[in-house]
């Protein structure tokens, strides 16, 4: 699918600001207008710069930040969130009348941007994940009340490059932190502890990783492949009185649903302080 989208600012090309940078630079990807970006370093800013993206920074030019938003109608704001007040105050006069800023930075309310930038100016909060890195994102996003259903689809847009999209309202978007956003760091820590159970059982590091990665990986595929529910294809393995059975009996003795509840309410109320902090 081609995808078109007006000139983009991104402000903090680092992980997250670079694997965005990275879906709009894809062949099916259209910026009207250019894209420039920013980062502190001159070392870092060098490798991003090419024919299709003017990168600048701050370390060199202080006025960077304002270079980069002039004539963009798109705004990401990938700084870190004890940045963000700062830098809004920064770029506020020298945004377009109708710029849409979207910020990635965790735990900023969409008020603090609304308070900080001139009130012509759209805000969405958006809440990607790191898969962005390699096109699986799930971003959540969320419009401000400057914002219209016009605005929101193009951060639709936007993000549709490096994976897919959920619209939410921003009441629900630290609950969705605990899901997609650290997501990824439970999936991980899943297979780190199937690894070693299989090191345990005799298996080489190396073959271990094979076996579970291998494992995970041909799931999630199975899973998009599919148009069964991931219980149905549960229950497509696990034979009755076979030891696939014995082993699920034993995670649902041991309470793996109450301990995710338990692990995501511990990351939504952590959430909540660094937000109340931002």
Known sequence: MNISLPAISILGAGSMGGAILSGLLQPNVTVDGGIRVTNRTEAKAVLLRSDAVLSYATEEDPTANLAAVAGAKLVLVAVKPAMVPALLKEIASG???????????????????EANLPASVSVIRAMPNTPAIVGRAVTGLSAGPRSSDEDLA???????????????????LDALSTISGSGPAYVFYLIEQ???????????????ALLVNGTFLGAAELLVASDRTPAELRRQVTSPNGTTERAIAELEAAGLKELFDRATAAALARARELAVGA
């Open 95 to 113: 945004l377009e009348q109708k710029a849409i800023v979207i910020s990635v930075a965790a735990g900023v309310p969409i008020s603090t941007f």
């Open 154 to 172: 193009l951060a639709s847009s936007l993000f549709g490059t490096v994976g897919e999209v959920i619209v939410v309202p921003e009441s629900k």
């Open 194 to 208: 199937l690894t070693r159970t299989a090191v345990d059982l005799g298996f080489s590091p190396s073959d271990a």
